[in-house]
């Protein structure tokens, strides 16, 4: 009987790690970025249908920090892990129309784990290594997603301005509305 509840106390500190805490209301991060995401959906019903909301709200939510400060830094990690994912899934795309190769075959199917390797490798070796899964993310919806009536530059293209968006709109509305107290005490501390 001791075993089982060990078991539990661990999975429910492993589910939450909020100890035995009263509910909050929502802070100003939660606030902000339920703002991006609404600015993010707004502006992409005035944008052709080629355009994904899906990957700029995704983009904004990612980017939305607790600082500006961190903010920038996550923008950053996701433009520099959309670019390499973009252009990876574009080479793909390229390849699969020049071998004549077919979605969800052995050997596209090798061909994708093979750029995944390779994504994730330079990633770590040369770029920001917390952007590795975010690029093989991308990678993969530009290589096995639906790209609708777009060529592969076009698609490749999309996704990264879709980010763009969603990165761009996350730094305004965090510039924008007040600083929460964290950060009003990193600025006093600089």
Do not use: C
Request: proline fraction near 4%; aromatic fraction near 8%; hydrophobic fraction near 55%.
């Amino acid at each position: 009987m001791i075993a089982i509840n060990d078991f539990f106390k661990k999975f429910r500190s492993a589910w939450s790690d909020h100890r035995r805490e009263p509910i909050r209301f929502p802070g100003l991060r939660i606030i902000k970025t339920s703002l991006a995401v609404f600015l993010v959906l707004m502006l992409y019903l005035l944008l052709p249908e080629t355009s994904n909301a899906t990957t700029a709200a995704i983009a904004a939510i990612i980017a939305m920090r607790g600082s500006i400060k961190d903010s920038y830094v996550a923008a950053f990690i996701r433009l520099q892990s959309t670019l390499i994912g973009a252009v990876f899934g574009l080479i793909i795309l390229q390849l699969k129309e020049v071998t004549k190769l077919e979605y969800n075959t052995l050997p596209y199917n090798l061909l994708l784990s093979i750029f995944v390797l390779l994504l994730i490798w330079i990633s770590v070796s040369f770029l920001r290594s917390d952007g590795a899964v975010l690029g093989s993310v991308v990678l993969l919806i530009i290589a096995i997603g639906p790209i609708l009536d777009m060529t592969p530059l076009q698609a490749a293209v999309t996704r990264f301005l879709d980010t763009l968006v969603g990165v761009v709109i996350a730094l305004l509305v965090n510039s924008v509305l007040p600083l929460s107290s964290l950060e009003e005490e990193e600025d006093k501390d600089a």
